[in-house]
């Protein structure tokens, strides 16, 4: 029996076309005599696409409007097996979509709505991380409201920090309204941009000197293992939207040109915060190494990392003897494990 998977993508959040390229590449790699691989576009006001307006939205790469509203947009997810939200951002990785198939008794990809919602918040994360010895760049949270009414208050604790120090939305992916601010005056543009994304918003201090950045797959529910370890290199001043999503303006090195120690302990702290943070399926975690100093960090935890068959997530899998197709069949077999 082919196993019926609905493709859930494009969603609410600003990294909607990322997903829409992430299905596509789903939709092309897998074997149809295995799969019956059905997807559902969600437009950027969240509503739900028929089959013939997601086909439409997936070559064209964006969907505006259109569709159900999400209830009963949902119920077309009972004739399938399992549902792939392959989602990223706030409405899809967050755990919103994770709670609607939850009580729609629908099986599902990845986390549950405590691993999702807890690993896309920045600062959620970094405290449960913290209380497991992961080591972190040391940080600040900031309200909207706190901006507002005592600015001062924030500039002093950036100052903390020091300068310079990343700007970040607390639930947000792909770089987006991320700046570096390297002085006082940055500061203010920095987490206005934020701001107007997010009601919560991180300051972290920068690593010394620009990091090496390194990252590692991780798949499995109660029994998760590690994938070879990855590295990204780019010009740029730091991993930004452009760099991540124009060809040719990173490449990535698997596995990673690292000492043996170090990619066993990122491998390790992979593994500690999937359990930590109560991931499921997959997630990709990223860290930041500074070959100097020595300083070793996790940056964050993906649960539904970039999926394209270019991607890193797969490209870490492949290296470790687990191609496209069966890394799939893979996660379709951990989604409909009992959990
Ligand atoms: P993703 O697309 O992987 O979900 P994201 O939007 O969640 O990314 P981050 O990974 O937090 O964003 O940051 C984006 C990039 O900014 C990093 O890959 C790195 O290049 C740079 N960066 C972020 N924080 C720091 C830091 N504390 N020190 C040095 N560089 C940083
Ligand atoms: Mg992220
Ligand atoms: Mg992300
Ligand atoms: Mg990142």
Redesign the pocket.
């Known amino acids: 029996m082919k196993k019926r998977i609905l493709l859930l993508a494009g969603g609410q959040s600003g990294?909607h076309e990322v997903s829409l390229s992430s299905a596509r590449s789903v939709l092309k790699a897998l074997p149809q005599d295995v799969f019956e691989v059905t997807p559902l576009v969600i437009s950027k006001e969240g509503r739900w696409l028929e089959s013939g307006a997601s086909r439409l939205a997936l070559e064209a790469g964006h969907a505006e409007t259109g569709g159900d509203l999400v209830l009963s947009g949902a119920q077309r997810a009972n004739d399938f097996d399992v549902v792939f939200p392959l989602l990223?951002g706030p409405m899809g990785e967050d755990g919103t979509v994770q709670g609607l198939l939850t009580l729609a008794g629908l099986p599902f990809v990845g986390s549950g709505v405590l691993g999702s919602a807890v690993s896309m918040d920045?600062v959620m994360a970094k405290s449960v991380l913290a209380a497991h010895g992961v080591p972190q760049?040391a940080y600040r949270l900031v309200l909207r409201g706190e901006w507002r009414q005592t600015p001062e208050a924030v500039v002093a604790q950036a100052r903390e920090l020091g300068f310079p120090?990343?700007v970040?939305p607390a639930n947000?992916?792909?770089?987006?309204g991320?700046s570096?601010a390297r002085s006082e005056e940055e500061l203010t543009p920095a987490l206005d941009l934020a701001f107007s994304l997010d009601r919560r918003v991180i300051l972290?201090?920068?690593?010394s000197g620009?990091?090496r950045?390194l990252e590692v797959g991780v798949l499995g529910n109660d029994a998760p293992t590690a994938s070879v370890v990855g590295e990204?290199r780019f010009g740029a001043d730091?991993?930004?939207y452009h760099t991540?999503y124009t060809e040719g303006e990173a490449t990535m090195h698997i596995p990673a040109p690292v000492p043996r120690a170090v990619s066993e302990r990122i491998r390790e702290l992979a593994l500690t915060a999937f359990k930590a943070l109560d991931c499921a399926g997959l997630a990709?975690v990223?860290f930041?190494y500074v070959e100097a100093t020595g300083e070793l960090?996790l940056?964050?935890v993906?649960t539904m990392?970039?999926f394209t068959t270019t991607s890193m997530y797969p490209k870490l899998w492949e290296a470790s003897g687990l191609g496209y197709a069966e890394l799939v069949t893979r996660l379709v077999e951990l989604a409909l494990e009992a959990r």
Do not use: C, Q
């Not at 947000?172 to 987006?176: D, H, I, P, Y």
């Open positions: 990294e990223h920045k760049v120090l990343f970040k947000l992916g792909s770089s987006v991320i570096k972290e201090a920068m690593t620009k990091p950045e990204l730091f991993y930004d991540k990709r990223d930041f960090y940056n964050e993906n990392p970039g």
